[in-house]
Each structure stands twice: as structure tokens, then as C-alpha cells.
């Protein structure tokens, strides 16, 4: 590092602690603070400091807030604005791929207009038997680092894949979910994320093996596209934000149209929504219902957390730009949008062993929905549980979210 740079750092240095720079000895090496014990080193400091600082103007908790209506509006008019992403709705024009009947159900499979320029492909499970129309749920995917597949993680497929098998193993109880919801009298809908399934990141130089994705594909060929894929997400998000618009913008508008999409359907009845989902699929589930209030019952699974206390050490593999909103920490929290959902109902379920977010921020954010649901006048309308699990969806878990969307949904 050479003298100007020593010089703009002490210079930074000095502005953050409030001391004027001219009164700052240029450090030699040896007097330098110890470099912080963090994934970003150095820069730890200045950024955590940004955090730290941040007014979370429109926090609910905050002392001027008391109507919460009046509130709701204001921030769910700032948190659209904060996502970039406000394309042309435009008619569904479904295109039908496949009907299938099942003992106790029907599946559809199809793909419907999300944007002028987006078609979101989508599988149905509508049950057969009891009196219409059913309540609906919208069953929302991972990320897991798996990208080979979306919806399939949530549906019961033919031949499925033994890789799949594995991870459905791992993430859900070896469960199905959405077919366990359509045996309980739940219309549910799944959706292939952007850069997902379907949506999967291909280049025209891939093997036939990524882009057809057949059943003979091997466990090594799918790790390779996954770590493929893993690396270009930047690159993605790079292009996205170039272009005008946020991944989480893409990723939640999609979701409100699949909420469009379920609701229009005659089976389906409109005033009994819900959603559902693990990891990022989790944070899908709570940020969707803050942002639909169509949504009665969400169930986070595995993405809850205060963002300041990602950051000395737990950016990596759980930050990514795929569903960070730019600029939201200004305005308030993740835990803070627990007030957007109030009075409608949210279960936050949580792993002790889950090493993606630190024990504290998990604990802070679950009093903060408390606070939040306690301001709103409905303490009841909210439940956050903490398990003896990792990132997972397990099936002692399951059966207490099923129980919450019975209840409310």
C-alpha cells in the first residue's frame, strides 16, 4: 500500500471516529490496527459502521408510527419502489404442457405470461373430492445451491432423479410438499424461479446433458452444473441491475403474478391464500405476504435474520444478490416487515444448528416480529419457533406449519 492510499484510509479513519484528519499521524506498519477477524477483512469496519448507523427510517417500531394502516401503505409503496420492477401486467395466456390425473388429485402443468416479455412455468395440484372451491397455497422453491431443478423440489415427479431424491432427502424429509398440501385439501401452485428449472442458465456451447436434463443425467454432470451456475450468479445480478431492474424485483414480481394466477382460477377460493417455503423460498413466503395482503397465513422455513449481523461473517452463501433489495436496510429491517403482514398470520420457523445466520440475529429478529405484531394489536397472529435442525424443512416441522395455515387459511 503506498503513501496516498495509507493517507486516504487514515483520512476515512479519521471521519468515522469523528476526529479531524490533520490531527492523525500517518501509521507505520507496526502501529496499524489488527485487521478484524471477518470475511471482509479490513473493509469490515467502514461497512459494518454504515449499518450501524442506519436510521431504519420507516421501521414500524419507531415512536411516530401509530396507525399502522396509514403506515403499511407508505412502506409497501417504498419497498415496491426499492425492488426496480414494475413491468405491464398483461393477460395470462396460458399455455397448457401437460394434464394428468392422480389418485386424489389433478396436476397441471403449464406456463403462464408473467410480464410482456416472461413466461413462468407452473405446476397445479388441484384436488378431487370435497366441496369447492379449496383454499389455495403457493409453494415456493429454494435456492440450496441446486438450480438443475425448481418446482420438481416441491412435486412428486415420474422417474425421479436420484440426485433429487437426495436432495428432497436432505432439505424436506424426503417429502414432497406440495403434494402433501394437496392431500390436505389445498389447492397449490409451484413456480420455476428465475435461473431455475426451466429457467435455468444455459449457453449455447452447454452439453446436451444441461439442456435436456434427461434421466441419465450423471451426479457429476449435475454438481458441474450447479457450480457452474453458482458462479454466475454475479454475473446475472450484474446484468440485471445494468439493465434497470433488481433480481428480487424479477423474483417477487413473478410471485404476486403466480398469487394473480391462483386467485383467478375457479377451483380456487380468492379470500383463502397462503404460501409456503424454505430458505429462500422462506424469505419468498415472508416478503410476498408483506407485500399481497390477499396472502392470510405465510410460513417463513429457514430465512430470518437482522442484516446488520450478517455482515461481519455470514455475507457469504447467505447475502446473495438474487434476493438482497438495494438500499432496504436505509428504510427497515427484514424482521420489520412483520408489520406489513399484521394482523394477517406468520410462523417464522428457524434451525439452531442452521449456520447460514448467527444465533443472536435469529433470536433479535423474532423479538422484533413480536414487537411488531404486540404494536399492531394482534400478538396472537404471529409464532416464530426454534428448532434442533440445519437449513432444513423436516418432518417435525412440517406438521406444525400444516397446523398454522389450517388455522388461518
Known sequence: MNRDQLSRRSILASVLAGVPACSQA???????????????????????????????????LQDRFTHLESWQKTTRAKLFDLLHYNPAKVDFAV???????????????????????????????????????????????DHGGFYLWGREK????????????????????????ANELVKQGYAVITIDLFYWGDRRYLIAEDPDSWKKRSSEITDTEIQSFNRR????????????????????GIMLWDDLRTVDYLASRPEVDPKRLGCVGLSVGGYRSFVLAALDSRIKAA????WMTTYAAQIEKHIVNTMGQTFTIPGMYRYFDLPDLAALIAPRAVMVQMGSQDRLFPQSAIQAAFGKIGKCYRKAGSPDHQKCLLYNAPHQFNREMQPVAWEWLRRWV
Open 26 to 60: 500517518l501509521p507505520d506498519t507496526a502501529q496499524r490496527m489488527a485487521i478484524p477477524e471477518s470475511q471482509l477483512g479490513t473493509e469490515y469496519t467502514v461497512i459494518q459502521s454504515i449499518a450501524d448507523n442506519s436510521p431504519l427510517e420507516l421501521s414500524f
Open 95 to 141: 399455455q397448457p404442457i401437460l394434464r394428468k390425473e392422480h389418485d386424489g388429485y389433478t396436476e397441471e402443468q403449464f406456463t403462464f405470461q408473467s410480464t410482456p416479455h416472461t413466461r413462468v412455468p407452473a405446476t397445479l395440484l388441484i384436488p378431487k373430492g370435497g366441496k369447492g372451491p379449496y383454499p389455495g397455497i403457493v409453494a415456493l422453491h
Open 229 to 248: 451456475s453458482s458462479q454466475n450468479e454475479q454475473l446475472m445480478a450484474r446484468a440485471i441491475l445494468t439493465s434497470g431492474a433488481t433480481w428480487p
Open 299 to 302: 410460513v417463513d422455513v429457514g
Open 154 to 177: 416441491l412435486n412428486a415427479t415420474d422417474n425421479e432423479h436420484p440426485v433429487l431424491t437426495k436432495f428432497k432427502a436432505d432439505a424436506y424429509g424426503g417429502l414432497s410438499i
